[in-house]
Every structure is written in structure tokens, then in C-alpha cells.
């Protein structure tokens, strides 16, 4: 028999080592040691680590690449980001959008991030973010998959064409419903607007994923209520809460009603740490909040947290490289999350968590999955994570559509070797005499 690939010798995450993996018509057909047979294409993976691609949870395609324009963000704050994003927005044109989204993908995709959800503003009568995404994502779709979500940005109440632009947008196409309840005038309103959206979601059959308490006030908790609605409506694993970041300065007592309520309605939390760690614990002075949701408590419950991104060089978020390593790198920092287990879940919450909250089909390295991985320059996810590794190889589909050269160092110190060696760490044994 010939494959259309073959790669040999791989590590996977689930930690079997030496493990071939062989491609026909898209697909994975087999996973296991020794297999021997010809392939058109043959990949050493040299005893590297094969993970299923990485997946970008939550971000902002409308938004991206467009850092500087009309200005910078001073204060650094997210309010600030919210204005400026205003005042770019009448200035948009669905070319523009479309031309800096695409330049984005390929980013993407050469980072091995082959599937991203995005938030897409509908705030503006002419939707020309929502038009052009959705033009961009039928673009894209060989080779990453896009899934976007309906983002009353300036508040589905607050903003007066709001709502009727959301539903446009889903009349549209977009697939998700979006929402930001703590940016609605009240506290009454940002109820009101998570029961709305809940109920287009259910009528509808969607899925929902609002930006929720995206502040640093302990009693904004509309995270309740969305909780509360996807009870009522049966929307359970269709619905998503993402930022929680009011979250981190909850009364611990309220928290320890709250998880459990969240775990119950089986909703995904989606905290987006490297934009938070800077938006975030802006008006305090010492100490200063961080604005991060409670990870490690909310993953030993069973939910399903996955990170994302949010912003790349935009009015929110001045850096960024479409790097998902980068952003478990900063989970694994602001959680505390530095055990081994906790890395590796660091690393899921980049992959296969991501993938259950997108709704993915055919995600994972096992036969008659998706023929869609990428190769690291590491051995496994803790290396991964630690070293935010080079992608040597990204599989789409069976095809190799891009790929990258292994870093490496040339060390010009006399007495020194010519090259510096990654070190790994090996647990050593004790003996107690
Ligand atoms: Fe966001």
C-alpha cells in the first residue's frame, strides 16, 4: 500500500514515543510503531512531538494588524481601546478589513493555528467588518478554519442599531452569537441582554459566546446569569463566557457558589491571558490586580477552559504573533500553573479544549481524524510550552503547507562547543541510605 504521507518516528502528546503516522485522502488511516510502507512523501520527525493544531479560541479578525491606526493607545486601558476602535471604525473599508485579515492567516497558519473563532463587530450600520470576514472565512477555508462570532461591541442596548445589526449578521451567516453584558448601561441591562441573546442562541440553534465581566468590578457577575439562562434554555456545551476576569477579584465565598454553577450548565471559559495581564488592574496602584479568572480552580471541577489569543497589534494589544505556545506561556505564568499536569493542561487548553468549545469535527492525531498536525521542535508539551517551539511542519488535510527551519545557534566562544544543545529536564533519583 502507498500513503500519501507518512511521518516517522514521532512523539504525541498523550506521551507514546516512536510512533508513525500514516495519511491517504486527507485523513489519518494509522497510528502506531512500524509501519512500513511507501509514501509519496515521507517526514522524519525524529523523535519530535506531533500535536493536533493549535486552535485560537477568542479573538478580534476585524481588528488585527491595524496597531497605530488612527492612533495609539496611551492609557492602555481596554475603555481606551473601546474608543479608539470607535473612531477607527467609520474609517474601515471591507478591502482594508479583508486585506489585513488575510495577511493575519497566513501568520496563522505558518504558526500552526488552523482554526480561530472571532469576535466581529456589529456596531456599524454598514457591517463591513461582518461582509468582509465572511468573505475571508469562505477564503481561508482549504486551509484554516474560521468561525465568527455576531460582537455587539458598543452594547446590544447600549448601541441604538445594535440588536438589529446582530441579527442581520446572523442572517448573514455568522455563526455565533456574541454579546458583552458588563458594557451595557446597568446591571438590569446587562441581564436583559444575556437573556436576549440566549434566546436568539436557542431559537436559532446556535451557539453563544459572550465577552463577560471583562472588568476588574468583583459584582459584575453576569457570568450568573449566562449560567442561569443556559439552564433554562438547555443550551448546555453550546454556550461560552469569555475574559471572566472580575472573576480574580470575587469574594472567594461567592466563587465557591459560582464554579460549581458554571460546571453545572457545562459552559466553556475562555480567559485570554496575555491581553488581560496588561488591560486589566489599570486603576489600581499596589498591589495591582492581574484579571485573570480562576484556571486552575475551574479546570479541577471538570470545566472546559480554553485560552485565546483575543488581540494581535490592535487598538487593545500592541505585540502578539499569532503564537498560541505564547499565550499558554502566559497562562502558565499568571495561573500559577507551573506543575508538570498543569503545563500539559496549559498545552490542551491550546488544543483539544479549544476544539470541543469551537465544535470541531475530525480534530485529533488518530485514525480517521483529520489529516491536520503540526511538527514541533520539541519533544513534548512541557518543552513546547517552555520553549514556544518552532512549528518544523504544518499538515492540512494530508498536504504539508508550511514549514520551518529547526533553530539553531552557532556559539563562537573558544573552549566552548560549536552549538548550544536544548537541555531537558530529567528527574534525578535519590537514594536515602
Ligand atoms: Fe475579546
Redesign the pocket.
Known amino acids: 500500500m502507498t500513503f500519501d504521507l507518512l511521518v516517522k518516528n514521532a512523539n504525541l502528546v498523550d506521551e507514546r514515543t516512536g510512533i508513525d503516522i500514516a495519511v491517504n485522502g486527507g485523513r489519518i488511516v494509522a497510528v502506531e510503531a512500524g509501519i512500513s510502507a511507501e509514501a509519496a512523501r515521507t517526514i522524519d520527525a525524529g523523535g519530535k512531538l506531533v500535536t493536533a493544531p493549535f486552535i485560537d479560541i477568542?479573538?478580534?479578525m476585524d481588528a488585527t494588524l491595524s496597531l497605530g491606526t488612527p492612533r495609539l493607545n496611551r492609557s492602555g486601558t481596554l475603555l481606551e481601546g473601546i474608543q479608539l476602535w470607535s473612531e477607527l471604525k467609520p474609517l474601515l473599508t471591507k478591502e482594508a478589513v479583508i486585506e489585513r485579515a488575510l495577511r493575519y492567516c497566513d501568520l496563522a497558519v505558518s504558526q500552526g493555528l488552523l482554526a480561530v473563532r472571532s469576535?466581529v463587530d456589529v456596531c456599524d450600520d454598514r457591517l463591513v467588518g461582518v461582509e468582509a470576514l465572511l468573505e475571508v472565512r469562505d477564503l481561508v477555508k482549504d486551509y484554516l478554519d474560521l468561525q465568527l462570532v455576531a460582537f455587539p461591541q458598543d452594547g446590544l442596548y447600549r448601541s441604538a442599531t445594535a440588536e438589529n445589526n446582530l441579527l442581520r449578521a446572523l442572517d448573514m451567516g455568522v455563526d455565533v452569537v456574541g454579546g458583552i453584558p458588563h458594557f451595557e448601561r446597568t446591571m438590569e441591562d446587562g441581564r436583559l441582554s444575556v437573556r436576549a441573546l440566549c434566546e436568539i442562541a436557542a431559537e436559532r440553534g446556535l451557539m453563544v459566546d459572550l465577552?463577560c465581566d471583562?472588568t476588574d468590578d468583583p459584582l459584575s457577575r453576569h457570568i450568573e446569569t449566562l449560567a442561569y439562562e443556559t439552564q433554562r434554555l438547555g443550551l448546555h456545551g453550546r454556550v461560552a463566557g469569555?475574559?471572566l476576569t472580575s472573576m480574580h477579584s470575587m469574594d472567594n465565598y461567592y466563587v465557591s457558589k459560582l464554579l460549581p454553577l458554571i460546571a453545572e450548565a457545562e459552559i466553556h471559559c475562555i480567559p485570554?491571558p496575555v491581553?488581560n495581564i496588561v488591560l486589566q488592574g489599570r486603576h489600581d496602584t499596589y498591589p495591582k490586580r492581574r484579571g485573570m479568572m480562576r484556571v486552575p480552580e475551574l479546570m479541577a471541577l471538570g470545566v472546559n477552559v480554553a485560552f485565546?489569543q483575543?488581540?494581535c497589534m490592535d487598538p487593545?494589544y500592541p505585540f502578539g504573533n499569532a503564537d498560541m505556545l505564547d499565550v499558554a506561556h502566559m497562562a502558565v505564568h499568571t495561573g500559577h500553573m507551573t506543575s508538570q499536569d498543569a503545563v500539559k493542561a496549559c498545552f490542551r487548553a491550546i488544543t483539544e479544549n479549544a476544539a470541543r468549545a469551537f465544535g470541531l469535527e475530525g480534530y485529533g492525531v488518530s485514525p480517521g481524524c483529520n489529516a491536520d498536525f503540526v511538527l514541533l521542535d520539541a519533544r513534548d508539551a512541557i518543552e513546547a510550552v517552555r520553549l514556544r517551539a518552532s512549528r518544523l511542519a504544518v499538515v492540512r488535510r494530508g498536504k504539508v503547507i508550511a514549514e520551518t527551519s529547526p533553530r539553531s545557534t552557532a556559539l563562537l566562544i573558544e573552549g566552548r562547543p560549536a552549538s548550544v544543545k536544548p537541555w531537558r529536564y530529567a528527574p534525578v533519583e535519590h537514594s536515602v541510605s
Open positions: 477568542h479573538f478580534h469576535h465577552h471583562e469569555s475574559h485570554n491581553a485565546g483575543d488581540s487593545w
